[in-house]
């Protein structure tokens, strides 16, 4: 099985998903279901057909999470030393040459790209472009609109 690269926060995030799934979420759905049952012919019972809908759902989440988890990769974006170049969980200071505007991102795994957040998934087409680039290189992009070029201002591993 293939390791799937993730930052200790992502981990984390997993984590406490899973907890909630178990915890919280898989019990509540028995509750609904048992509520349902109890409402007496189930061929009709919408309430009862929705919960067990839920139910599929949860279980099959808990599965993937706890499959995501097995096969993670923690990285500690904090511990990584790479000399200014970019890596995986590294954040990076860039301008737009085009526009000149400032902008950040963090490299993460698939699962916690949040491009509001400025996190960017390692897969997506820019973080291809600047990985393995160093400080004051320039990354070319290919975006929907055309090629972006983008100078690489800053490295930090936070």
């Keep these: 099985m293939a390791t799937i690269p993730i930052t200790t926060r992502g981990a984390q995030l997993l984590k406490e998903e899973l907890h909630r ?3 919280v979420e898989r019990h ?4 609904a279901i048992a509520e349902a049952r109890a409402q007496g012919d189930l061929s ?3 309430e009862y057909e929705a ?3 839920k139910q599929g759902f ?3 989440r808990i ?3 706890e499959g995501k988890l097995a ?3 923690i990285i500690d974006p904090a511990s990584l030393n790479a000399g200014g170049m970019v890596v995986f ?3 990076v200071d860039l301008e737009d040459e085009g526009t000149g505007a400032p902008v950040t991102y963090q490299i993460v795994g698939e699962d916690e790209a949040d491009l509001k957040q400025g996190r960017i998934s390692i897969g997506s087409p820019i973080a291809r472009a600047l990985i393995g680039k160093e400080e004051g290189a320039v990354a070319e992009v290919q975006a929907p609109g055309g090629v972006k070029s983008y100078e690489i201002v800053k490295v930090r591993y936070i």
């Design 28 to 31: 509540a759905v028995v509750q």
């Design 21 to 23: 799934l178990k915890t």
């Design 89 to 91: 969980g590294a954040t």
């Design 58 to 60: 949860i279980e099959g």
């Design 71 to 73: 096969a993670a990769q």
């Design 51 to 53: 919960a067990k809908d």
């Design 63 to 65: 599965q993937e999470v």
């Design 44 to 46: 009709e019972n919408a």
